[in-house]
Structures are given as structure tokens and as C-alpha cells.
């Protein structure tokens, strides 16, 4: 089994359940409030431990109490922290989530220390990804970053897996150092700027990526599956029927999955197959980290 080191945000989320979305300048009364580690990038890295797989992490949290309770969460997950440092006079990444009844989630980020992750702090960092074989990045910390680590990935020989999320438009200089991009629908549109309707649409966004550089595109669909997408071929994989209560850390789960197979040298299908029943046992709990399966759940 080959390392991953994981590169990107690391927050706390702070949950509140309510009946429905308030709409502007409306006041709703919550069902419950829960404080759950978080962040898009320790969210991926915490799958791909529960999931097998041999992870670091590379990323910054503020010197208060969020940062020590997450740094804490981490180690507990077996996730090597070397490359987490805590920031001198800012806060810890913070994500505000409320979650409605039917498990559709709005997600407002205060950044803090991760846009204190640069790109001399990737390179402060190269050891990290020496010693791994596939790079997994985000876009929760500043573009220049994410773009100079994807570089340094690809010139060190790495696998490279973006999920670009949050949804924005990608320059030419990221989008060729990506082995494998993992958008979601909204994702796929903003950065192919392609207009997505179906499912043709989908792999004809996918295809315009792909003649830019990028080697292989997984699209998540949500309850309709996902669709893998690479040079003359396209195959779209069911997802799992079950009741959703909460989609936070779905798709991080499902990259997770993806991520934590194919480091031991399973195959793209057989990595989709992990991460489509990760993804799906995600959606059936509350919260970010505390939502992700372990392996054993999943073989069971």
C-alpha cells in the first residue's frame, strides 16, 4: 500500500438542524446544534484512513481551542499531522451549516488559517509529498497553492486528484496538472463552462476537460450515481438506494474511497464501488467526520 498525503482545509463545523431553509430576513427556530470536525480536505483525509488507506495531511489551524480539538481528532484517526502547523494570531477555519429535513445542507466558510497555507509552505512541505505516490487537493485554501502544489505533484511524478470544491473556474495551468478531477454536476459546469442538462451533457463537459490535460474525470450525480469519464470512454455507476438525512461529507467520502483503493492498487471500478457505498452509508448520518464509515462497515 502506497502513502497519500492529502493537502487543503481543515475547520470546524458548527451544525444546526432546521425544519426548512430559512429564506432572506427570516428567523427559523432550530432542532439541534452539534460542533463537528470539518473541512473539505481533513474530511477526505479522515475517509481515506477509516477506508484503509496510509494518509498525511498537509494543511494549518489557528492557535485556539478548534485547532487543538482538531489536530487531537486527526491523530485519534491515525492520520499523520507533520505537516499541520498551528497559526500564530488567527483563528481556526470555521464552517456554518445548516442542514433542512429532507438532508439538503447550506454551507457558509470562514477560512481563517487555511489561507495561511501558500505555496512556500507546500514547499516547506515537499517531503510529505516525496514520500506519497497520490496527491489529493481541494480548492479550501488559496488558488496559487493549490496550483504549485499540483505542479510540484506532477514534476515529482504524483497521481493528482482535485474535487474542486467550492465550485469556480479553473485556469489552464491547473486543470493540465490533474490526473483526476472529481466535480459535482454544479462543478463540472462552472468550470467547463458547459451548460449540463443530461447525461450527454455531462460527458461532453468532461471530454472538453479532458483535451485540456486533465486524464480522467469522475462526475458525482447525487442519487443518480456517478459517471467516469476518459479518452473514448464513458461508464455511469448506480449509487446506492438509501434514506439521505444529511449529505455533509458525501463527496468527501466518495473521493476518500477512490483515493484509499486505488493505493492499493485496486482498479478505477473497484475503487468507484468503494467510494459509491462509502458515500452512501455518509448520507444515512449527521455531520461531517462523524458521518464517514470506517472499512469494516462497508465489507460487512
Do not use: W
Not at 460542533?35 to 477509516?50: D, H, L, Y
Not at 480539538?69 to 502547523?85: N, Y
Not at 497555507?117 to 497553492?145: F, G, R
Request: charged share 25%; hydrophobic share 40%.
Amino acid at each position: 500500500m502506497s502513502r497519500i498525503v492529502v493537502i487543503g482545509s481543515i475547520n470546524m463545523d458548527l451544525v444546526s438542524s432546521v425544519e426548512s431553509m430559512p429564506k432572506v430576513g427570516q428567523t427559523v427556530l432550530g432542532k439541534g446544534f452539534k460542533q463537528v470536525p470539518g473541512g473539505k480536505g481533513a474530511n477526505q483525509a479522515v475517509a481515506i484512513s477509516r477506508l484503509g488507506g496510509d494518509v498525511a495531511m498537509v494543511g494549518k489551524v489557528g492557535d485556539d481551542a478548534f485547532g487543538t480539538e482538531l489536530l487531537e481528532c486527526l491523530v485519534k484517526d491515525k492520520i499523520d499531522v507533520q505537516g499541520v502547523a498551528s497559526e500564530s494570531g488567527i483563528s481556526t477555519g470555521i464552517a456554518i451549516i445548516t442542514v433542512d429535513a429532507s438532508g439538503d445542507n447550506c454551507i457558509v466558510v470562514n477560512s481563517g488559517a487555511n489561507f495561511k497555507v501558500t505555496s512556500d509552505y507546500i514547499d516547506s512541505n515537499m517531503e510529505s509529498i516525496k514520500d506519497s505516490s497520490i496527491v489529493v487537493m481541494q480548492l479550501e485554501i488559496p488558488d496559487d497553492a493549490v496550483r504549485h502544489a499540483l505542479a510540484l505533484a506532477k514534476s515529482l511524478g504524483k497521481y493528482t486528484i482535485l474535487n474542486p470544491a467550492p465550485a469556480k473556474e479553473l485556469d489552464e495551468e491547473t486543470i493540465k496538472n490533474v490526473d483526476l478531477l472529481v466535480p459535482n454536476e454544479t462543478e463540472l459546469e462552472i468550470i467547463s463552462g458547459t451548460r449540463i442538462e443530461n447525461l450527454e451533457d455531462a460527458v461532453s463537459a468532461a471530454e472538453k476537460l479532458i483535451s485540456m490535460g486533465v486524464r480522467e474525470i469522475i462526475v458525482t450525480l447525487g442519487e443518480n450515481g456517478s459517471l467516469h469519464v476518459k479518452e473514448g470512454y464513458s461508464k455511469r455507476y448506480e449509487a446506492k438506494k438509501v434514506t439521505a438525512i444529511d449529505t455533509t461529507a458525501a463527496g468527501d467520502s466518495f473521493i476518500g474511497g477512490i483515493a484509499a483503493a486505488l493505493s492499493k492498487g485496486k482498479s478505477m471500478e473497484e475503487a468507484i464501488e468503494l467510494a459509491t457505498s462509502a458515500a452512501a452509508v455518509t448520507v444515512t448520518r449527521e455531520g461531517a467526520q462523524s458521518s464517514i464509515p470506517y472499512i469494516h462497515e462497508i465489507e460487512a
